[in-house]
């Protein structure tokens, strides 16, 4: 559902706020909502989780009008591979999800979060191993949620998992814990790749993890990190293996997601951008969903025929846009 905002910015033609249901709970969040861009280039997107500062949603609108009124940057690739995102859920349910996942040979899966055990998040694992078949790809995000002696032995135990659902071993283990010391120390102890997110997106210095040899990958978003210029230039810098992933964005901000990865010199794994599939609508007629485990690269034309009256939702977006364009 999109409602019509007041438009402060000459350089747009008009502004949008947006909200759509997912499908299922997926950190806690329930309902995404964010404001969408009209510019000369297409469409943009900033949606800041709410918990976020003013300060810190700036980078993300930032990134929706630069979206909005330049070009992509220069392709070197038509085509993204995507990896299917499996939230925690039971694992009958995480292989249904990777059969209906358009063609994904590569599966994400959510572990640590506080709703599930570790347990669950192996039985879930090998589950989706299995549904997968053993040419598959298993990486899993544990979002920070673990100290160091935590992550040793979740990992060693997920490692088993992924290998009794008959793949070989985790492809890598995301943001297993906060800091980048405490990267740099379970990398040191444990099979699996390191993959950096929060250490990048949330960081002051974006690229401290790379020069701390605490992570073989980085994870770069592009609204976090105030558009798809910077993101490809974080990525490039970092020296690191490399994945574009989603903030869990409608197909405007999945479409910027492609654009980066479509940027990269090399793009060594599949990005996080089919995250269009956990909701239950969209803001375009023309989703970007996977086929055969890939998203083309294109602009998304929002649907404003489904504009209605949502005063509340307008209000608070029209609220927190004043907020960000203070800084
Ligand atoms: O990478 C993916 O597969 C989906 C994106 C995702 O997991 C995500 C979505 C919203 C906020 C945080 C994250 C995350 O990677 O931690
Ligand atoms: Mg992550």
């Known amino acids: 559902m999109i409602t019509e905002l007041d438009n402060p910015f000459d350089q747009l033609k008009r502004v949008f706020a947006y909200s759509l249901p997912l499908r299922r709970k997926f950190r806690r969040i329930t309902v995404r909502e964010g404001l969408l861009f009209e510019g000369e280039a297409g469409w943009g997107e900033a949606a800041p989780f709410w918990d976020y500062d003013a300060q810190e949603s700036s980078r993300w609108l930032r990134a929706g009008l630069a979206a909005a009124t330049t070009a992509f940057p220069a392709a070197k690739r038509e085509q993204v591979p995507v990896n299917v995102t499996i939230p925690v859920t039971a694992p009958e349910v995480a292989a249904q999800l990777v059969k ?6 590569t599966a994400k899966v959510k572990v640590a979060d506080p ?3 570790l347990r669950g998040d192996c ?6 191993a299995s549904a997968l078949g053993p040419q598959g790809k298993v990486r899993v995000d544990a979002n ?6 935590q992550a040793v032995k979740a990992i060693g135990e997920l490692q088993a998992a992924v290998r ?33 997110d929060e250490s990048i997106r949330r960081a002051e210095d974006p690229l401290a993890v790379a020069r701390a040899g605490a992570a073989d990958v980085a994870v770069v978003k592009v609204a976090p990190l105030g558009g798809i210029e910077r993101a490809v230039e974080v990525a490039h810098e970092s020296g690191l293996e490399l994945v574009i992933s989603s903030a869990l964005d ?3 901000g999945i479409s910027a997601g492609v654009a980066a990865a479509a940027a990269l010199d090399h793009l060594d794994h599949a990005c996080g951008l089919a995250t269009v599939a956990l909701f239950t609508q969209d803001v375009t007629k023309e989703s970007l969903l996977p086929t055969a485990g890939t998203l083309p690269l294109r602009r998304i034309e929002v649907d404003t025929t489904q504009g209605q009256d949502a005063p509340a939702l307008a209000a608070r977006w029209q609220k927190r846009l004043k907020e960000m364009m203070r800084y």
């Not at 008959?166 to 993959?195: F, H, M, N, W």
Request: negative net charge; proline residues 5%.
């Open 100 to 105: 209906e996942s358009g063609g994904c040979t």
């Open 115 to 117: 709703g599930s055990s």
């Open 123 to 128: 039985e879930r694992v090998a589950a989706v």
């Open 144 to 149: 920070a949620a673990w100290d160091t002696d």
């Open 164 to 196: 009794d659902g008959g793949i070989d071993g985790l492809e890598y283990v995301e943001q297993p814990c906060p800091t980048v010391s405490e990267l740099a120390q379970v990398r040191r102890q444990v099979e699996p790749k390191i993959a950096a």
């Open 250 to 252: 409608s197909s405007v």
